[in-house]
């Protein structure tokens, strides 16, 4: 088959110019003469019938073609690198900073952990929790995985995980909270209440006006992660609203029971976030990407 591609260091060239610039500092990571580089580039331009880069007085300046170019030329050489990498492993240690909410953490990621470490046994892997992953700096993160509309600037997000929310609480809570409903009782509990996790503000009041018969039932305690919503919850303090993956091990171990037996469904999805940097992204970054991709996937396959 003729994939009518122009040779492969002319792209190198143009990915490594694209990405400083200038030929110059690509030809330093070329290890080749600025004059190399250049007629590399031109090579490629006479090749596709098309100027990629403006030639100003001391940088260059992606054309609109040249732009338009440069993501697929750059997503190959990403592919190429991760596959190789993948297969055949790395020279020397790598590693990679990860990036996820302490719940998103426990409840789903590091029980699948070990998979990736077994099957990329060079790889280091960095694992940070954030409570709120936006106000930390950006600075070494290779990954993030957040919770939200999957719009957040300066980042390709691409969605793993749309599960329901569950409305849950220990057995007996449950119970007095649908008796509570189904006989129609206005009287307000003292010891027992809504679990609401910031962010998430105003879905407890469609809650009880449209499953619970409007019984009265306070909104009267607020957390910032869905574990504290969760212990809060076993503890028989109240029924809590949290992402079914964070809720499942509860269920599992017989601490917490489903209120209703269907899911609240609503637009936000975990979304896997990388920066959207000039430079390539890190092989070993992208193999972690992918692996996650096909966790998430076995996930839903398995259910």
Known sequence: MDYQLPPLNWLRAFEAAARYNNFTVAAKELNLTSAAVSHQVRSLEQHLGFQLFERLARSLRLT????????????????????????????????????????????????????????????????????????????????DIRFGDGNWPGFNSQEILHLPSLVVATQESRDRVLNMALEGDKALPQDLRCVQIMGCEGRWQK?????????????????????????????????????????????????????????????????????????????????????????????????
């Open 64 to 143: 609109d073609k040249g732009r338009a170019y440069l993501p697929s030329v750059r997503r190959a050489f990403e592919d190429l690198s991760a596959s190789t990498m993948g297969l055949f492993g790395s020279k020397g240690r790598q590693s990679i900073s990860v990036r996820c909410t302490a719940a998103f953490s426990i409840s789903w990621l590091v029980p699948r952990l070990s998979d990736f470490m077994q099957k990329y046994p060079d790889i280091d892997v960095r694992l940070y929790t954030a409570i709120w992953t936006e106000a930390l700096s950006q600075d070494d993160i290779d990954i």
């Open 207 to 303: 809650i009880i006006e449209e499953r619970l018969n409007k019984i009265n039932i306070g909104v009267t305690l607020t957390v910032d992660t869905s574990l504290s919503a969760l212990e809060l919850a076993s503890s028989g303090m109240g029924i809590a609203l949290v992402q079914e993956i964070y809720a499942q091990p509860y269920l599992d171990n017989g601490r917490l029971v489903k209120v209703f037996e269907e899911g609240m469904e609503y637009d936000e999805s975990h979304y896997i976030l990388m920066p959207d940097r000039e430079m390539r992204a890190k092989p070993e970054s992208l193999l972690f990407k992918n692996w996650l991709v096909e966790q998430a996937k076995n996930q839903f396959d398995d259910s």
